[in-house]
């Protein structure tokens, strides 16, 4: 009897064991992505009863779309072609450029992200697969073999909001150990977005890490903050729980933010090493970022000797009124009457915010503001803002 109960045992060890591997591996051995020698990427899917299987990718063909910002360029899809063993492919026709890639799925109509890929990252409410082509300025993008700095979230006390709400700061290799005092960049998202933004989509602890190591920047602090007034914290890190985000809300450009700005100085200054005076401090955002970074910066003109503008917003939306949004020609002749020690406008050729921020740069030509113009292709995509920040950082507290 004792014999036959350590057999069963046994038996269903061995069940067990190999039940957890099937879930562990999958059960599947599909390879996908698949970046080849010649940087095309093949991409694969076991869908074996699926009738039409596409790719959608910001490498794919782009398409014009409605969207709640305008008419924007989208990515477009390409379909997979099913072989005999019911496993759907397809191989990107030219090579691809270094750089950081999102992609999903079409199954029969269906989004779904890559079962075969665990790399993804969220974007408002989209989940997409990721996977990055190395080389020239997309290896700031990876985690390479150099000194690392600290990523935390905190959790800081707004007055101005009424709220306890988080931040995410970046502290430079060494800052734990040391006692060195570090000047801050506080780098805002755009709408849609959270305070877990430019760390995921943005790279921004590799991009910093990479750069320090190069000896291209300085070893420097970032604060990247929650810009939705409303808000606590990214959407599942609040007491709101596990919301389904949203692209816009009704306190994102209202003023308040702004307004509050200095709770969150505050904060950074009492609890961190900071060189607090306005050369140790600079601000840039993205979007509604740069629209956020545009009107703090003129609003406390004695705190910001750095500015940058990403594919900004300029203007409030009609109908919104703020004091902080009055008066901006005032205000920016102040500002700049204060010389700041940079002014940095960057934006996209096909940006649907091109015009308005060629409007603005007229305004500060023909008042003779002193600022740096930076433009390159395509549109409002995280590709672009990647490249700003690393362009950007470089030129910090010279």
Known sequence: MMKKLIILAVLLMTATATFA??????????????????????????????????????????QKMETPMGVMDVPGSAELVKNDKGVWEYTTPEPLSPELYSYTFVIDGV???????????RDVASVTSIFIIGGDRADLYKVNAVPH???????????????????TIYTPPGYEA??????????????????????????????LDNLIAQGKAKPMIVVMTNGNAGQEAAPGEASEGFIRPSFMGATRMDGDFEAAFPDVIKFVESNYRTIAQKSGRAI???????????????EYPDTFDYVGLFSAAIMPREGVQSKVYDNLEGKLQIQFDKKPKLYWIAIGNTDFLFKNNTDFR????????????YETGEGHIWKNWRIYLSEFVPMLFK
């Open 149 to 167: 700095g600290t990523v935390a979230r905190r959790w800081y006390d707004s007055p101005g909001l009424n709220k306890t709400r988080r931040i």
């Open 284 to 298: 840039c955002g993205l979007s509604m970022g740069g629209f956020h970074s545009l009107h703090i910066s003129k």
């Open 21 to 62: 591997q099937q879930a562990l591996w999958g059960g599947q051995n599909i390879v996908s992505p698949e970046i080849n020698a010649d940087n095309t990427v093949t991409f694969r899917l076991n869908a074996p009863q699926a009738v039409k299987v596409e790719l959608a990718g910001d490498f794919v063909h782009t």
């Open 111 to 121: 989004k779904v992200t890559d079962p075969a890929n665990v790399y993804m990252i």
């Open 362 to 373: 007229k305004l500060l030509d023909d008042k003779g503001y002193k600022y740096t113009y």
């Open 178 to 207: 040391g006692r060195d005092s570090y000047p801050v960049l506080y780098l805002l998202h755009g709408a849609g977005g959270d305070e877990e933004a430019w760390i995921a989509l943005g790279r921004t602890s590799q991009i």
